[in-house]
């Protein structure tokens, strides 16, 4: 089920010999330009006429009413209810603990020379929840929490209505929405959902300042789509797992655990890399063991059977973190012994889980941690989502005329010599005659 792919004769330049999906952004492009025109330029019409398109529905209201939020809340059954009130309370303690940009004292750079720094919180975020194969309702926590806990005053949420609950999104999203206390909701997928935050619709939903939350191709090119205009959190592609295991791993875990992204999606990831080939026969019997039982089980052989997933065969635990590094999974696992060292020398990854009871459905619903992670490479360089996301780093610089006369030589030298005179003008104004 799951090809080899034999690194261990390999020394270096693992990167663009990993398995990797195909994920044609600049192709969505083409499809999605005149829908986010036309949402622009006709708005709730338009919006109404791509649901039904697209969606198969028309929302009898495309802002969900309050009334409705706090039905699905009240609808849940209570062993539901319970499972999101925890995840709710471990995402805010994390996100509160561990997250927070707190305003540090000014740097005393000299007498009078003052430079501060302040964290602002972003003014309005529009945060998409898919509902296409799998309705993420635990993306409105991981979305909610954080910019809740950064102060964020104004959220909204747009996430595709469902025909089969009269064209409201899935009742576990409105649910939790009612729960996080986030009244503004809209029966919106795809990229007209992009248009409507990026541009708003008079009468119905204000521009926002950030948009955030993952998304197919077509929600991902409308993301790119608008950047500029607003900002976005990140370009994610198709989920991605990658596990290092050594001989010490428990086949029956590790397959689990590959078929649990699997099955997001036929173009989700699923990596093992390990040194021990019969771990990797293992695996594969257990694969197929398995994914025999599984509800989604068409879904799941797609996705181990292509070009993006595979058995990684290293020839030791040095080169398998090393090909991690090169990979920087969205999510990736270390199942070793001594799996917290191996941890500590991992340099990429969107988030790590350390050994055999740290799973990624963990992380997906309760660690606390976020599920919003870069993927495709991505982690080579960006963050998942953190309160950090919906915050601004503004300098204030407070100099008196004593400090700035201090260093107004250097200044004006510096901008005569970047032939910006002007610049220069602007100190020499201010210095006594």
């Known amino acids: 089920m799951l090809r080899s792919l034999d690194f261990t004769d390999a020394n270096g330049s693992y990167r663009f010999r990993l398995p990797r999906g195909q994920f044609d952004v600049d192709a969505a492009l083409d499809v999605v330009r005149p829908i986010v025109a036309d949402v622009a330029h006709r708005g709730e019409v ?14 009898e209201a495309v802002r969900v009413p309050a009334t409705e939020l706090k039905k699905a809340a009240d609808e849940l059954a209570p062993e539901l209810a319970e499972a999101f009130a925890e995840s709710i309370r471990r995402r805010r303690e994390v996100a509160t603990e561990l997250e927070v940009d707190t305003n540090p004292a000014p740097a005393l750079l000299a007498d009078g020379a003052r430079v501060g720094l302040r964290n602002v919180p972003v003014a309005r975020v529009g945060l998409y929840v898919p509902g296409g194969l799998a309705p993420l309702a635990s993306s409105v926590i991981m979305n909610v929490v954080p910019a809740q806990v950064a102060g964020v005053p104004s959220i909204a949420i747009a996430s595709p209505p469902q025909r089969e609950f009269g064209g409201l999104p899935h009742p576990s999203i409105l649910a939790l929405c009612h729960l996080l206390g986030v009244d503004e909701v809209y029966a919106v997928g795809g990229a007209q959902a992009i248009a409507m935050f990026a541009y708003g619709v008079e009468g119905l939903c204000e521009t926002v300042s950030l948009i955030t939350g993952p998304g197919n191709i077509y929600v991902v090119a409308a993301k790119r789509l ?17 596990i290092v295991a050594d001989d010490t791993a428990n086949p029956a875990f590790v397959a689990a655990d590959l078929i649990s992204q699997a099955e997001h999606d036929p173009m989700a990831a699923s990596v093992l890399i390990t040194a021990s080939s019969a771990l990797a026969d293992a695996v594969r019997a257990e694969l197929e063991r398995q994914v ?7 879904r799941i052989r ?22 991690a590094d090169a990979y920087a999974a969205e999510h990736l696992e270390i199942q070793t012994a001594d799996a917290e060292q191996v941890a500590a020398r991992i340099r990429n990854a969107g988030a790590i889980f350390v050994g055999a009871y740290s799973p990624v459905s963990l992380g997906d619903y309760s660690a606390g941690s976020t599920h919003v992670l870069p993927t495709a490479g ?11 996301s919906f915050v601004r780093t503004v300098h204030v610089i407070n100099y008196d005329e004593a400090a700035l006369m201090q260093i107004a030589d250097g200044v004006e030298r510096f901008a005569l010599a970047e032939d910006l005179p002007g610049h220069a003008a602007a100190v020499t104004v201010r210095r006594r005659s």
Do not use: M, N
């Open 378 to 388: 991505a982690g080579a360089h960006s963050s998942g989502l953190t309160v950090r």
């Open 302 to 323: 797609t996705a181990l059977g292509g070009e993006q997933s595979a058995v990684v065969l290293v020839r030791d635990l040095d080169q398998a973190i090393d090909v």
């Open 292 to 298: 025999a039982d599984a509800p989604h089980a068409e």
């Open 46 to 59: 338009a919006i109404k006429e791509y649901s039904e398109r697209f969606d198969g529905v028309i929302p």
């Open 226 to 242: 608008v950047r500029g205009v607003v900002g976005i959190d990140s370009e994610a592609g198709p989920t991605e797992i990658a």
